[in-house]
Antibody, heavy 119, light 109 residues
């Protein structure tokens, strides 16, 4: 069964870093790009960036350049998103989602990881 | 890329149709046939409803249809049902990156 399972909720202090994981199953990990999308409470979806699990290549939204790093571990079919210098407005649910390069559509989503930034 | 523009809300009675617009620029919606639409219920992850402007994934009812004209894409839900009440987001490829719409809350009256 195809799926993405994310790590659990996190509570962080302002200025800290958070690293969220996304484990893929049921398909060939290297055949689909993995994207990260976040949603602040009561707000819309915000695209953050993608990683090519095969090459490790990445592309980030301008809003996150310099503060986000996306990596992967092919041996365990897992992608990671690390966000640094956290601020209160980074409080959001973070989703990973699979995208096939032919369709450019987010067809499988993780369950989401709530990250709360608060002192 | 700024977020694509969607109306904040749309509504219709059961059995009626509702159409949601998604307006971008020639650098996103108008430049590529890679517009997709997502349905999101409260507390849930989004679900893919339409991809490549007008294609439906397996399992999505044919009441959902998509189209595009110039820099504006549209999602139409025909024969509205109570279960269609949700938030809907468009998304467009931008050449290397992606951008989501502002979201539309659909209410079934």
């Amino acid at each position: 069964q195809v799926g993405l399972v994310q790590s659990g909720a996190e509570v962080k202090d302002p200025g800290a870093s958070v690293k969220v994981s996304c484990k893929a199953s049921g398909y060939t990990f290297t055949e689909y790009y993995l994207h990260w999308v976040r949603q602040a409470p009561g707000q819309g979806l915000e695209w953050m960036g993608w990683i090519n699990p095969s090459s490790g290549g990445t592309s980030y939204a301008q809003n996150f350049e310099g503060r986000v790093t996306m990596t992967r571990d092919m041996s365990i079919s897992t992608a990671y998103m690390e966000l640094n210098r956290l601020r209160s407005d980074d409080t959001a649910v973070y989703y990973c989602a699979r995208v096939y390069w032919v369709t450019n559509a987010f067809d499988i989503w993780g369950q989401g990881t709530m990250v709360t930034v608060s002192s | 890329h700024s977020a694509l523009t969607q109306p904040p809300s749309a509504s219709g009675s059961p059995g009626q149709s509702v159409t949601i617009s998604c307006t971008g620029t020639s650098s996103d919606v108008g430049g590529y046939n890679y517009v997709s639409w997502y349905q999101q219920n409260p507390g849930k992850a989004p679900k893919l409803m339409i991809y490549e402007v007008s294609k439906r994934p397996s399992g999505v009812p044919d009441r959902f249809s998509g189209s595009k004209s110039g820099n504006t894409a549209s999602l139409t839900v025909s024969g509205l049902q109570a279960e269609d009440e949700a938030d809907y987001y468009c998304n467009s490829y931008t050449g290397r990156n992606y951008v989501f719409g502002t979201g539309t809350k659909v209410t079934v009256l």
